[in-house]
């Protein structure tokens, strides 16, 4: 795959697999991205490429990217979107994350919302993935604790610009506590403002995926971050 289409296509009726991996574990569908050539990279996952597989840490999307082959990461972007709707509810969490963050455009930014108490685990946890995202994606990030957030930069994120791609985060409380005289509990406050948030951004049009972790957030933002290390490889 490291020449043009046609030799691409006479090595294939040779029998080379679209799946052969050189000495360094590359596959042609990563020869092709680091090149540059899209139409050898289109005509590779035509044959069955797949555009997950990872060498050393790195999808061909990031192999595209690092080499600056702006358009082959745009088309490598589109395919991978349309290949994890065709996917459904197969698709992994990474997957749906990565397919979430695809939708960037120049000029946009990420924002994590995270409904979750502010402690320095939960801050450093959050933090780590939004220079994941940051990082890889080229773009502005930027993690705010809910409801907090909803009386500043809420305001911009339903407001504003369509410019945001948003990740919502909640977690059911391990401890919660009563309020006197009502028959429900602060967490239930904060579950219905989170919930509020998410039904405006929506009703907005904004671009925003919600992720509920499991009780114990602490272990949930581990599997999270693991999760946007693999959507952002």
């Not at 555009?51 to 972007?77: E, T």
């Not at 059911?172 to 951004?201: C, E, H, M, N, S």
Request: net charge positive.
């Amino acid at each position: 795959a490291q020449g043009r289409l046609p030799l691409a296509r006479l090595l294939h009726e040779q029998g080379a697999s679209v799946h052969a991996c050189s000495n360094k574990g590359a596959q042609p569908i990563h020869a092709a991205c680091a090149k540059g050539h899209l139409e050898v990279a289109r005509w590779l996952h035509e044959q069955g490429a797949s555009l997950d597989v990872l060498v050393k840490g790195k999808s061909p999307r990031a192999v595209a990217r690092a080499k600056g082959h702006d358009a082959l990461v745009a088309w490598l972007g589109e395919a991978l979107k349309a290949a994890r709707a065709a996917a459904g509810a197969g698709a992994s969490v990474s997957q749906f994350i990565s397919a979430h963050l695809e939708g960037f455009t120049p000029g946009d930014y990420c924002a994590l919302l995270a409904y979750l108490d502010r402690s320095a685990t939960h801050r450093k946890a959050l933090h780590r993935m939004r220079h994941m995202v940051r990082d890889t994606y080229r773009v502005a990030t930027s993690v705010g604790f809910g409801p907090r957030f909803l009386h500043s930069t809420g305001q911009a994120f339903k407001g504003g610009t369509d410019r945001g791609i948003f990740l919502q985060i909640t977690s059911q409380d391990l401890v919660d506590v009563a309020i006197p005289g009502r028959d429900y509990t602060f967490g239930v406050i904060k579950a219905a403002q989170a919930r509020g948030d998410l039904q405006a951004l929506v009703e907005r049009g904004r671009r925003v995926l919600w992720v509920h972790l499991e009780p114990d957030a602490k272990v949930g933002l581990r599997r999270l971050e693991a999760e946007i290390g693999a959507a952002c490889s």
